[in-house]
């Protein structure tokens, strides 16, 4: 721990900072002194200049009125957001579930050593190019060798539908959406 001494430039600021807790005068006097400082230095700043609502008034005014009132304004009502009802289940699109089987036969088709961008270009006229972006970390060995069974709708609205399609890893639950393009897969997750 530093010794304290009562020199030197550290002691000056002590003694300064601890004047106004000495005493309970110190400390009203302390008090009065900031405020009288706070009050010159708000006397001592400019005006801001007016805003341009208050100066276009003033300017518009006639001569002759003695008072006008500004213009009051008015709070807007708060917004409430009603969730909106789920989509209404329509029958399944056979041209979805015809691209849902074309993309699993070419989810399929990677011969042994197969490049992955090769497989990525059989599947690009059928998925979404944000997919697309996820395929690429997708290694086609991990994908089935076998389509099982025919696509199926699970869900189905006028944009979108959930499509089970058996393979021989497993059934796949393949998202497809309608795009401007048409139907194209947004996502595949393995059921289970």
């Known amino acids: 721990m530093p010794i304290r001494t009562h020199r030197g430039r550290a002691a000056v600021y002590r003694r300064l900072w601890g004047w106004p807790l000495r005493s309970p005068k110190h400390l009203v006097g302390a008090v009065i002194v900031l405020a009288v400082v706070a009050t010159g230095i708000g006397y001592l700043l400019p005006e801001p200049p007016p805003s341009s ?82 395929m690429s970390s997708v290694d086609p060995s991990n994908a089935g060798n076998v389509i099982t069974g025919a696509a199926s709708a ?5 944009g979108s539908m959930v499509v089970r399609l058996p393979t021989d890893i497993g059934a796949l639950a393949v998202t497809v959406n309608k795009t401007p393009a048409g139907w194209r897969v947004a996502q595949y997750d393995k059921e289970g």
């Open 154 to 158: 699970v869900s189905s609205t006028s």
């Open 53 to 134: 609502n208050m100066a276009a008034s003033r300017t518009t005014a006639p001569q002759h009125s003695a008072v006008v009132p500004p213009p009051t304004r008015t709070k807007a009502p708060p917004t409430i957001s009603v969730p909106q009802a789920a989509p209404v289940p329509v029958a399944p699109d056979p041209a979805g579930l015809a691209i849902v089987a074309q993309w699993g036969k070419a989810w399929v088709d990677h011969p042994v050593g197969a490049d992955r961008q090769q497989w990525l270009a059989k599947l690009r006229p059928y998925t979404t190019d944000e997919f697309l972006t996820e």
